[in-house]
Antibody, heavy 116, light 108 residues
Framework: QVRLVESGGGVVRPGRSLRLSCAAS????????IHWVRQAPGKGLEWVAV????????YYADSVKGRFTISRDNSKDTLFLQLNSLRPDDTAVYYC?????????WGQGTMVTVSS | EIVMTQSPATLSVSPGERATLSCRAS??????LAWYQQKPGQAPRLLIY???TRATGIPARFSGSGSGTEFTLTISSLQSEDFAVYYC??????????FGQGTKVEIK
């Protein structure tokens, strides 16, 4: 079935880095743009970044621009999010999300906690 | 950036009753509006896209309407599994893609 599975979350000190992965299955990965959306504990949804189907276009939320990098490996049906210079307010569940007309398939999320 | 505002923040409804949730955009988003449902500990699930089109597998008791800046999600007869948080999201002017702050539908 159509599935997205995130991994790579954990507890990290402020200023450190983390790399999230999202493995796709059940659909033609390189037909779709893929987003990252995050949700801080007890809060709403915040869009983070998107990458086009072929990786040629990338956009970021102002809150992460210059610190996070989105990428994809279509040969491995995998999406990545490199998180650098992490701050406590980056603490959240990070979801990868398939998109066409809307955000139609969501992964289960991976928790990132930034704390000293 | 388009700001999405949902009301009310919390809606208390009895099972079997109708629930009406509102979403307002700070500028026109045409019909590029989606609704998502999120239950505790779960990822969001797409309910409605293009303002009024139900996603695959979504029951007919969920309906969406509106265009421009005013949108409504209606749940015609609330079932126990419908108590959750609902988010609207615009995809007309991006980046960023923006969400409303959510409406929690709770049991009255």
């Amino acid at each position: 079935q159509v599935r997205l599975v995130e991994s790579g979350g954990g507890v990290v000190r402020p200023g450190r880095s983390l790399r999230l992965s999202c493995a796709a299955s059940g659909f033609t990965f390189n037909d779709y743009a893929i987003h990252w959306v995050r949700q801080a504990p007890g809060k709403g949804l915040e869009w983070v970044a998107v990458i086009s189907f072929d990786g040629s276009n990338k956009y970021y939320a102002d809150s992460v621009k210059g610190r996070f990098t989105i990428s994809r490996d279509n040969s491995k049906d995998t999406l990545f999010l490199q998180l650098n210079s992490l701050r406590p307010d980056d603490t959240a569940v990070y979801y990868c999300v398939r998109a066409r007309r809307a955000f139609d398939i969501w992964g289960q999320g991976t928790m990132v906690t930034v704390s000293s | 950036e388009i700001v999405m505002t949902q009301s009310p923040a919390t809606l208390s409804v009895s099972p079997g009753e109708r629930a009406t949730l509102s979403c307002r955009a700070s500028q026109s988003v045409s019909s590029n509006l989606a609704w998502y449902q999120q239950k505790p500990g779960q990822a969001p699930r797409l309910l409605i896209y293009a303002a009024s089109t139900r996603a695959t597998g979504i029951p007919a008791r969920f309906s969406g309407s509106g265009s421009g800046t005013e949108f409504t999600l209606t749940i015609s007869s609330l079932q126990s599994e419908d108590f959750a948080v609902y988010y609207c999201q615009q995809s007309n002017n991006w980046p960023p893609w923006t969400f409303g702050q959510g409406t929690k539908v709770e049991i009255k």
